[in-house]
């Protein structure tokens, strides 16, 4: 008796789901053309981010003090001045600055950033005013005696993104006033290179359940910018792409970037951890 045996259909696992998605991606991404950032606007992923984000083991940075101590050694601000906190997170230098006396604005795009920044200025008996803002796309003018941007946040926006944000910052400033931003400097920047690493997490900075995930990190010498990638499996089989991008500046690359928005460039300083560096202006 002749048996038919047919091939029984198998669903595919998340690992393979995971290579299936790695290898329809052979192409390496242009920085800022195929690649964006995280995103941050999103209610689940800026709540998970701040909730887990500890910047000091993420990026080896100072602690927040010795950090809010540096800053406002550049800036030198008079008491009580009127200071914008750009991309404020969790809101912790903004908070350490108005437990020292200043006026402090935070903007974020990030609504869970932004809810857990009031929160805690709240509890702390502290009445900063953290708005739900693209930095992109803000209207002050004349407002602020000083500003400042940490966590080398210059480098998270593309240069033309950069240059929009920092004349939209000139535009906020009293004349006179300062700002400190931080970058990543080129000297730093990771070979030319396309790197791997396989991790399996109970949870992330992405997703809160179990799942699989291949971080992806590579470098483009002609742009100067690195791209970092993770292709998430949870156990529901769907892959999901988290992107960003990061920017190296030479020295003199931002200067011309300050320069175009309208600044004068005092002095650049090192910055809260290796790598990164601090430009320190002054609106004219």
Not at 4 to 25: W, Y
Not at 222 to 233: D, F, H, I, T
Not at 262 to 273: C, D, I, Q, T
Request: aromatic share 8%; proline share 5%; charged share 25%.
């Amino acid at each position: 008796m002749a048996v038919d045996i047919q091939p029984v259909a198998t669903q595919p696992n998340a690992f393979d789901e995971l290579i299936r998605a790695v290898g329809e991606k052979r192409e390496q991404p242009r920085p800022w053309v195929d690649v964006g950032t995280y995103p941050w606007s999103e209610e689940d992923f800026s709540s998970r981010y701040v909730r887990r984000a500890n910047y000091q083991q993420l990026y080896d940075m100072q602690e927040t003090g010795d950090d809010v101590e540096d800053i406002l050694g550049h800036l030198k601000p008079a008491a009580k001045a009127r200071l914008l906190d750009l991309c404020a997170g969790n809101g912790r230098h903004a908070i350490a600055m108005a437990l020292r006396g200043y006026k402090l604005t935070g903007i974020d795009i990030g609504p869970g950033a932004v809810s857990l920044a009031r929160d805690t200025a709240r509890n702390l008996g502290l009445g900063i005013d953290f708005r739900q803002l693209d930095v992109l796309h803000i209207s002050f003018e004349d407002a602020f005696d000083g500003a400042y941007l940490s966590c080398a946040g210059i480098s998270d926006f593309s240069p033309e993104d950069a240059r929009t944000m920092l004349q939209l910052v000139e535009r906020a400033l009293v004349p006179g006033g300062a700002f400190v931003g931080e970058y990543a400097e080129a000297t730093s920047a990771p070979a030319q290179r396309r790197a791997w690493q396989f991790v399996q997490a109970e949870s992330s900075l992405f997703l809160d359940v179990p799942h699989l995930q291949l971080d992806e990190r590579s470098f483009d010498a002609q742009s100067g910018a690195e791209v970092e990638r993770a292709y998430v499996v949870p156990t529901d089989g769907r892959t999901r792409a988290f992107t960003r991008c990061r920017q190296y500046y030479t020295e003199s690359a931002i200067r011309d970037l300050l320069e175009s928005a309208r600044f004068e460039v005092a002095a650049l300083a090192p910055g809260s951890a290796p790598g990164l560096r601090r430009v320190v202006a002054k609106k004219t």
